[in-house]
C-alpha cells in the first residue's frame, strides 16, 4: 500500500473527500511488453518526438514508447501529479519547476545511468546548481541548451560595416555609431515582462556570481551587492532602445527587427523561429553579451532547455534507461537539432544552427553560465520586478528595486532558507 | 416578508403582448434615428472583427507594426489558413467534442436548473429552508477556480470522471448559481394565477411544473441556454486539466496548438478562432427568436 | 390573501415535493463546490506546492496575507474596476437592451452584432486591442496632437486599468445585454398602452413602469456583472499579464499565476477564501438591497 500522505486530512469534509478520493489507478501493460509513457514538455518539438518514438518501436520489441507532447504540458504535468497518474520519463527545463519537483521527492537516482559520462560537464554543473539541497545521485540529464545574448541583422551589419563588440564599452560605443546612422540600435519587447530577463541574465552571467542566490539563501551576500552593476547596466540598455519600449510585446519586437527596425535584438536563440516566421530570408547571427570591460570575463548565458528525468514511481528502470540510451543516440539527437534550434548537452560532433555562430567559440570553450531567473521562484515575479525598476524614473530607483528584491526574495523564500539552514547545521 | 406582488390573482389567459408588438400597433414605421445609433455603436465591434478576418487571411510575412500594413487587405484571400487552421486543430472531431459538451450541459442545465430555480423561486420568500439553499447555490458562484482546481482534479481522477463527462458534469455545477438565479428571478414576474388555478383542478406539483411552468419558462431557457453556451464554448481551463489523461480534445484545446512559449501563429489561429465562432453564432441567433418571441405564446396556453 | 397563501404547517406535500426538486442539484453543488472548496481552504493552512508534500503552518498563510503589499495593491486595483466596470456595463447593456428591443432595422444582423464581442477568443481579443491601443490609437493621437493619447494607454502605470476597463466592458456587456433582453420580454404590453393612454412621458413610464418591473433583472445583472468584474482574469492575461509595473494584476490573476504557475498553492489558497467571503458579503449585501427595494413596490 502506498503512502499517501496528503490525503491525511483533518478535517470533517476532507475525511469525506478523501473516502471519495480513495480509489485506485493502475497502468496497464500492452500485450505482455512494457509500457514506458514519456511526457515531454516542448509542444514545438511534436514532429521530433514522432519520429524517434517511431523509430523506437520499431527496434524494440519488449518495449513500447509512447511520448506526449501536449499543450500547457507544465499545467498538465501538474495535473497528472495531483491524480498521482505518474509518467516514467518527464522531459521538462532545467528551471525551478525542476527544482521544486526534485525537492518534492518525484525523482529517481540515476547515477548509475552508463550514458553520463559523454554529457558536457558544464551542463551536468548547471543541473546540480539547480539542487535547492546538494542530493546525493544524478537526477536529470540535460538534453539540449539555448542560448541567450544578443541577435543581430548580419545583412545591416555587413552593409554598415559594424564590428562585432567583446566589451561594455565597445558596445556602448556601436549602439552610438548605430543611432547616430538614425537607425535604431536595439529593440524592446518589455510589455511582456518576461523579455525583460533576457537581457537581465545575460547582463547577470557576466557580472554576479553564477550562485548568488545560493549564497543569499545561506545569508553569504545580498542583491543588493551582487546585481548593483547589471541593474545599472540594465538601465542604460534603455538609452539606446525604442521609446516606450513597454508598449509593446514580445511579438512586436520580434516583428520590428525582422523588418530591420533595429539592428540588434537581446533575446535568446529560442525566438528565432518566431522572427523567421515574418521575414524568412533574414540573416540572424549572434553573439554573447559583451557585459564586461574585459572580454575575458565574459560568459555566454545558456541553460538547460529540455532534461530527462525518472519518475521515482517508475517500475521498469532497465526500460527507461534503454528508453533514454535512445533518446542519446548520436542519431536520435541529430533528429532532434535538426528540428530545432539547440545546442546539444552530449560531448560530440553534432551541426550547430548558424545563428548561433557567433557563440560557437564560447561553447566550445565551455563558457556558460545557466540564466540566472532559473533560481528565482516564479511567484517572485522578478520579471515584473525588473520592468517596474526599468519604469522607475527617480533617482534612487535602482536602490529602491534592489533593496526590494533583498526583502521579496527572503519572504518568498522563507521556508527554503531555513531548510537550507538546517543542511548547513546538520553538516556541522 | 411579503409575497403580496405574486399572489395578486390576475385573469388568466390575458392577452400578452410582447414590447415588439406594441410598439407594432403605435407606430409602424421603425426608429431610424435609434438604428443609427446602434449602428454606430457596432463599429466598435466592426473595426476588431475587420482586423481579425483580415489577419486570419493573411500569411505570417504579411504581418507588420505599422498601421496601414496591419489594415491593409490580404495579397489574396484563399482559404489555405482555414483549411490549414482545420487540419491542425482535427476540425470536425474538436468540433464534435465541443458540440457534445456544450450541448449536454445545456440540456442538463435546463433540466435540473430550472427545476430547482421554480422550487427555489416560488418558496423562498415563504420557506426560510429554501432561502437559504438559494443563498447557498448563489454563493457558489465567487468562488475562484483556482481554488477548486487542484481538489476537483483529484475528485474527478478518484471518481474515474476524468472526461468529458466529468467535464459536463462541472460546467453543470460551474453554471448553477447563475442560472438558479435566473430562474427563480425570472418567476418573480409570472403571475402565480396559473398554478394556483391548476392545483385547484388537482394537478400535482410536479404536473403544474411540467405542464404550466417548464414551457411558461421557454425565453429563460433560451437565455439560460445562451448564457452557459457563452461560458463553455470557450473554456481552456476545465478541459485542460480535466481531461488531461484522455485523448479526446476540444476545439479551445486544440486551438492552443497555435502558440507555443516562444512563438504565435496568430493568422492560423485567427481563421480557427472564426471558424469555431460561426456554431455558437448560429446557436445564438436560434436562441434569440425564442427569447423574443416565447413569452407571448407561453402565456396564451394558460 | 396572505393569510390563505402562508402555509405554516411542517411540510406540505408540496414543500416535500418541491424540496425534491432542488435535490439533484444540491447534490451536485455540494460533491463539485463545496467539498473541494473545503479542501481547497484545508491547504490555506499549509504550504503545500500543489504536489509533494507539506507542513502545517496553521494561520501564517492569513497574516502574511494582510502584510503582503502586491495582496493590497491587487484588491484596490480589482475594486477600482470592478466598481466603474459594474456600473458601465449596467448602464451600457440596458441601453443597447432597450434599442434592440425597439422597432428598428436589421433587428437581428444588430442583436448577432452585439452579441459577438463576447465569444471572440482571449488569443484576438488580445491581439487586436494591443495593436489599437499600442499602434491605432497613439497614430491617430499623433496626428490630432492629442498628448495624452500618443503613447500606448497600456503602458502607463497611471492609466493601463483603463485600458483593461474597455475591453473588459466591451466583452461582458454582450451577457447583460441578453439578460435585460428576455426581462424586457416579461413586460406585459398591456401596461405601455395603459401608461401612453394616461399620457406618460417616455421617461416617466421608464422609471415608473419599466425599471420597476425589470427589478429582478436588474439584481440578476448586478450581482452578475460585480462578480465578472471582480474575477477579471481573462482580460488581464490577454492584454497585460499584470504590468505595467505591476500596476493591474487584479486578485484573480495572483491567485491564479502563483497559486498554480507558482509554488504558492496554500499562500494564494489563503487569498482566494479570503476573496471569497469578501465577494459573498458584498453580493449579500446587494441582494439584500435589491430584495428591500422589490418589496417596496
Known amino acids: 500500500m502506498k503512502k499517501r500522505s ?44 514522432e519520429e524517434i518514438e517511431e523509430r523506437f518501436n520499431a527496434t524494440h520489441d519488449d518495449i513500447v514508447l509512447k511520448i506526449e507532447s501536449p499543450n500547457e504540458a507544465m499545467t498538465i504535468l501538474k495535473t497528472r501529479l495531483i491524480k498521482e497518474d505518474y509518467p516514467d520519463i518527464v522531459g521538462i527545463g532545467g528551471d525551478i519547476n525542476y527544482s521544486n519537483f526534485l525537492d518534492a521527492e ?101 557580472l554576479a556570481d553564477a550562485d548568488i542566490c545560493s549564497q543569499v539563501n545561506a545569508g553569504n551576500a545580498t542583491f543588493a551587492e551582487g546585481y548593483a552593476e547589471v541593474a545599472d547596466k540594465m538601465k542604460k540598455l534603455l538609452d539606446y532602445a525604442e521609446p516606450n519600449p513597454y508598449a509593446y510585446s514580445y511579438n512586436d519586437a520580434c516583428t520590428a527587427f525582422a523588418r530591420g527596425e533595429s539592428a540588434m535584438y537581446p533575446i535568446g536563440s529560442y525566438a528565432v523561429p518566431q522572427i523567421l516566421s515574418v521575414n524568412p530570408d533574414m540573416n540572424i547571427d549572434s553573439f554573447t553579451f559583451p557585459a564586461n570591460e574585459n572580454e575575458s570575463d565574459n560568459v555566454l548565458n545558456s541553460g538547460v532547455d529540455l532534461q530527462f528525468s525518472v519518475m521515482k514511481e517508475c517500475e521498469n528502470k532497465e526500460a527507461a534507461y534503454e528508453v533514454l540510451r535512445f533518446l542519446y543516440d548520436d542519431e536520435t539527437i541529430q533528429i532532434y537539432l535538426d528540428n530545432q534550434n539547440a545546442v546539444p548537452c552530449k560531448q560530440g560532433d553534432f551541426e550547430l544552427p548558424s545563428m548561433l555562430d557567433g557563440m560557437k567559440s564560447y561553447i566550445e570553450a565551455d563558457r556558460m553560465s ?35 528584491f533583498d526583502k521579496e526574495w527572503n519572504r518568498y523564500n522563507r521556508d527554503l532558507i531555513e531548510k537550507v539552514k538546517k543542511y548547513e547545521e546538520g553538516l556541522k | 416578508m411579503s409575497s403580496e406582488r405574486h399572489s395578486v390573482p390576475q385573469p388568466p389567459a390575458v392577452h400578452f403582448k410582447s414590447a415588439d408588438e406594441i410598439k407594432n400597433d403605435k407606430d409602424s414605421k421603425s426608429n431610424i434615428l435609434l438604428t443609427i ?10 473595426f476588431p472583427l475587420y482586423m481579425t478576418i483580415v489577419i486570419a487571411f493573411k500569411s505570417p510575412s504579411e504581418m507588420t507594426n505599422d498601421v496601414a500594413g496591419a489594415l491593409s487587405l490580404p495579397k489574396s484571400f484563399s482559404l489555405d489558413n482555414f483549411a490549414e487552421a482545420m487540419r491542425v486543430t482535427d476540425f470536425w472531431h474538436s468540433l464534435g467534442n465541443s458540440v457534445l459538451i456544450t450541448g449536454a450541459t445545456i440540456v442538463l442545465a435546463l433540466v435540473i436548473h430550472s427545476m430547482a430555480g421554480y422550487a427555489i423561486g416560488r418558496s423562498m420568500a415563504r420557506h426560510k429552508g429554501f432561502k437559504f439553499i438559494y443563498f447557498y447555490i448563489v454563493s457558489g458562484m465567487f468562488v475562484p477556480f483556482a481554488i477548486l482546481m487542484m481538489p476537483l482534479v483529484k475528485e474527478t481522477a478518484k471518481l474515474n470522471i476524468d ?11 460551474f453554471y448553477m448559481p447563475m442560472n438558479v438565479m435566473l430562474y427563480s428571478g425570472y418567476l418573480k414576474n409570472i403571475p402565480l394565477a396559473m398554478e394556483e388555478a391548476a392545483e385547484i383542478d388537482g394537478a400535482s406539483t410536479w404536473k403544474t411544473y411540467l405542464k404550466i411552468i417548464f414551457p411558461m419558462m421557454k425565453p429563460m431557457h433560451a437565455t439560460v441556454a445562451v448564457l452557459t453556451a457563452l461560458g463553455t464554448w470557450n473554456d481552456v481551463m476545465t478541459p485542460l486539466v480535466i481531461m488531461s489523461g484522455s485523448e479526446k480534445t476540444t476545439l479551445p484545446l486544440a486551438q492552443l496548438n497555435f502558440q507555443t512559449q516562444f512563438g504565435t501563429n496568430y493568422n492560423l489561429a485567427f481563421a480557427s478562432y472564426l471558424l469555431a465562432l460561426i456554431p455558437i453564432l448560429i446557436f445564438y441567433i436560434l436562441c434569440q427568436k425564442q427569447i423574443i418571441g416565447g413569452i407571448a405564446n407561453g402565456a396564451v396556453k394558460g | 390573501m396572505k393569510g390563505i397563501r402562508k402555509k405554516r404547517k411542517p411540510m406540505s406535500k408540496r414543500t416535500k415535493t418541491l424540496l425534491l426538486m432542488t435535490l439533484p442539484a444540491l447534490i451536485l453543488f455540494v460533491l463539485f463546490n463545496t467539498i473541494p472548496l473545503i479542501t481547497g481552504a484545508f491547504y490555506s493552512l499549509t504550504n503545500y506546492r500543489g504536489y509533494g508534500s507539506y507542513d502545517f503552518v496553521g494561520l501564517r498563510n492569513f497574516a502574511d496575507l494582510f502584510q503582503d503589499s502586491r495582496v493590497g ?35 437581428n444582423t444588430l442583436r448577432g452584432m452585439y452579441f459577438l464581442p463576447n465569444i471572440l477568443g482571449g488569443l484576438v481579443v488580445g491581439y487586436i486591442f494591443s ?167
Request: charged letters at 15%.
Open chain 1, 6 to 49: 496528503h490525503l491525511t486530512c483533518l478535517t470533517l469534509a476532507a475525511t469525506i473527500s478523501s473516502l471519495l478520493l480513495t480509489g485506485c489507478s493502475s497502468t496497464s501493460d500492452s500485450d505482455g511488453k512494457t509500457e514506458i509513457r514519456m511526457i515531454q514538455y516542448k509542444p514545438e518539438a511534436v514532429a521530433a518526438f
Open chain 1, 106 to 206: 518525484l525523482f529517481m537516482d540515476i547515477s548509475d545511468f552508463d550514458g553520463i559520462s559523454d554529457i558536457k560537464p558544464s551542463y551536468m554543473q548547471i543541473e546540480k546548481d539547480l539542487e535547492f539541497i546538494p542530493q546525493d545521485g544524478v537526477y536529470a540529464l540535460p538534453y539540449v541548451a539555448n542560448c541567450a545574448g544578443i541577435l543581430y541583422n548580419k545583412d545591416m551589419f555587413e552593409e554598415n560595416g559594424w564590428e562585432i563588440p567583446t566589451t561594455w564599452t565597445e558596445f556602448t560605443d556601436l549602439c552610438e555609431t548605430i543611432q547616430s546612422s538614425g537607425q535604431l540600435p536595439l529593440y524592446f519587447g518589455y510589455k511582456d515582462t518576461w523579455t525583460t530577463l533576457a537581457p537581465w541574465n545575460a547582463l547577470a552571467v557576466g
Open chain 1, 370 to 404: 545557466d540564466f540566472h531567473d532559473h533560481h528565482y521562484p516564479s511567484e517572485m515575479s522578478v520579471d515584473a520586478m525588473i520592468q517596474t525598476y526599468l519604469m522607475d524614473e527617480s533617482d534612487n530607483a535602482a536602490e529602491t528595486f534592489l533593496n526590494r
Open chain 2, 37 to 46: 445609433i446602434l449602428i454606430l455603436g457596432c463599429l466598435t465591434i466592426l
Open chain 2, 163 to 173: 472526461n468529458m463527462f466529468g467535464v459536463i458534469i462541472l460546467y453543470v455545477v
Open chain 3, 73 to 107: 495593491k491587487s484588491y484596490l486595483f480589482t475594486f477600482k474596476y470592478a466598481i466603474a466596470g459594474t456600473i458601465l456595463v449596467n448602464v451600457l447593456s440596458l441601453l443597447i437592451a432597450m434599442g434592440l428591443n425597439s422597432k428598428i432595422k436589421f433587428k
Open chain 3, 131 to 297: 495593436f489599437i491601443f499600442t499602434y491605432i490609437i497613439p497614430t491617430v493621437a499623433k496626428a490630432l496632437h492629442i498628448d495624452f493619447l500618443s503613447n500606448s494607454i497600456l503602458a502607463s502605470e497611471k492609466w493601463a486599468w483603463v485600458g483593461v476597463l474597455i475591453v473588459g466592458v466591451w466583452q461582458t456587456v454582450a451577457m447583460n445585454t441578453i439578460i435585460y433582453i428576455s426581462g424586457l420580454q416579461t413586460i406585459p404590453a398591456d401596461i405601455y398602452e395603459a401608461s401612453a393612454i394616461d399620457g406618460a412621458g417616455k421617461w416617466y413610464t421608464f422609471r415608473k413602469l419599466t425599471l420597476p418591473l425589470l427589478l429582478p433583472f436588474i439584481s440578476t445583472n448586478l450581482i452578475l456583472s460585480t462578480k465578472n468584474m471582480l474575477m477579471v482574469f481573462d482580460q488581464i492575461m490577454s492584454l497585460t499579464k499584470g504590468g505595467p509595473a505591476q500596476s493591474t494584476e487584479s486578485i484573480s490573476y495572483l491567485i491564479y499565476r502563483n497559486g498554480m504557475d507558482g509554488g504558492q498553492f496554500g499562500f494564494q489558497s489563503a487569498n482566494a477564501v479570503v476573496f471569497f467571503v469578501v465577494i459573498v458579503a458584498i453580493s449579500v449585501f446587494q441582494l439584500v438591497m435589491t430584495n428591500k427595494k422589490e418589496e417596496q413596490l
